[in-house]
């Protein structure tokens, strides 16, 4: 028997003012995107803009349903709606924000949840590029991911079929 241990290093900043002014901007699309989230039910309204290698910004946001499992996280709408848009073209970074209407309070950057990790792994494996991630709240902490595959260690990939 021998253990194996998985570690990763993200960067975490203090606010936005420390960013680099790419990511500062494009955190601040995704924050505005999350005025077109339909969250009627969680009033957790979340907004995700990509910027592309061809320097054209795409933007999603969560999109519920009262059938819960229809809805679609800002992640994954950000997704499709990059590829629909501009095919075969690689994304660089996909900026994530929110905006807790339940509790006004947005001050943490929350992560992508499963679902969407796997779908993110599935771009940046498709693309051969990583995708960084910038993760922040309306305010507080922001958190700088470089690559996908951080967020999914031991992840099931197209590679396990072959
Ligand atoms: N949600 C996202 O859009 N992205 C995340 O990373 C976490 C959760 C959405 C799904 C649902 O509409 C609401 O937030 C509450 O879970």
Redesign the pocket.
Known sequence: MKKEEISFEYQVFDDASSLMEADRSLLQKAKLATQT?Y?P??Q???G?TALLANGATVSG????NASSPA?????R?VLAAAAASYPGIVINTIA?S?DNKRTSISDHP????GI?RQSLLETQLQQQTPIRLVLSGWEGNIFIINDVRHLLPLSFTAADME
């Open positions: 989230a969250a039910y969680s957790f309204c979340v995700a946001s969560n999109q519920e809805g679609l996280c800002a992640e709408v994530i929110y929350v992560a992508p949840c969407c």
